[in-house]
Each structure stands twice: as structure tokens, then as C-alpha cells.
């Protein structure tokens, strides 16, 4: 489970997050590419821009529930 303790720092303010559990498999990136990208230099996911409508909170609600580590979370978002 994804501790918002353990977050990465570029995650920007809101409900989702990507802490540093992150395996960089690319699996939230190809699911949600509107909210998530890759920090080249250190390896791993953050959310870049959290979710604006349903359909992206659905995709990120799928992105986190597909994660292989569970590096991302949802601090109560829906």
C-alpha cells in the first residue's frame, strides 16, 4: 500500500500521489497519460497533473488498483 510519508515530491498537490515503492513498470503512464509521467532522471511515476473529470479519476482509480507494487495512492480520492 502507497504511504503518502514515502511520496515523490514532483507529485502535484491533490488526492493521487506515486510514492517511492515505484518499480518504473510504465503501467500508470500507458493507463492514465493525462495524469501521470516518468521522471527520467530518477527512475520512476509521478502524477503530474491530478484528474480534472471522471474519466480521469477512472482511469486513475484503475492505474492505482493495476499497479504491480501498490506505489500509488489515493489519500481518499475517488
Known amino acids: 500500500m502507497a504511504d503518502i510519508a514515502n511520496k515523490y515530491p514532483e507529485n ?3 488526492g493521487f500521489y506515486v ?3 515505484c518499480i518504473d513498470c510504465d503501467l500508470c ?5 493525462a495524469n501521470f509521467t ?3 532522471d530518477g527512475g520512476h511515476s509521478y ?3 491530478q484528474p ?3 474519466a ?3 482511469l486513475c ?3 492505482m488498483e493495476g499497479c504491480p507494487v501498490e506505489a500509488i495512492g489515493s489519500n481518499g480520492a475517488e
Open 38 to 40: 516518468r521522471n527520467d
Open 61 to 63: 482509480k484503475e492505474a
Open 52 to 54: 480534472e473529470n471522471d
Open 56 to 58: 480521469e479519476s477512472a
Open 47 to 49: 502524477v503530474y497533473k
Open 29 to 33: 503512464r500507458e493507463t492514465a497519460p
Open 12 to 14: 502535484v498537490t491533490g
Open 19 to 21: 510514492d517511492d515503492q
